[in-house]
């Protein structure tokens, strides 16, 4: 199995921005897709981005589209999650995963996540 450990929340302005990191040990972190999700008090956890095991292809929620940039290492085992013009509405916890899956194409769905970090708060105020 592969060990996640997310990195890089805070607190910051609105319009502010910030980079999350996912460092992964374990299994060979190129064998898997990766994703980051985000879960808000009260909320259900919810796609953000992902990424192939390539990186060549990215994905994103409508969202934080043209905001959000997912992007991945494979020498440093090391998947990011760059967030620009943040709002109040991004105020989260986030969460990397990995997806073990070869079948289909690249999930949004949580449950079809493997395993997953510890979670990195990230508060944006207005």
């Known amino acids: 199995q592969v060990q996640l450990v997310e990195s890089g929340g805070g607190l910051v302005q609105a319009g502010g921005s910030l980079r999350l990191s996912c460092a992964a040990s374990g299994r060979t972190f190129s064998n898997y897709r990766m994703g980051w999700f985000r879960q808000a008090p009260g909320k259900e956890r919810e796609f953000v981005a992902a990424?192939?095991?390539?990186?060549?292809?990215?994905y994103y929620a409508d969202s934080v589209k043209g905001r959000f940039t997912i992007s991945r290492d494979n020498a440093k085992n090391t998947v990011y999650l760059q967030m620009s013009s943040l709002k109040p509405e991004d105020t989260a916890v986030y969460y990397c995963?990995?997806?073990?899956?070869?079948?289909?194409?690249?999930?949004?769905?949580?449950?079809?996540?493997?395993?997953w970090g510890q979670g990195t708060q990230v508060t944006v105020s207005s």
């Open positions: 990424i192939t095991r390539s990186g060549i292809s990215t």
């Open positions: 995963a990995a997806d073990r899956s070869y079948s289909g194409s690249i999930s949004t769905e949580p449950n079809d996540y493997d395993y």
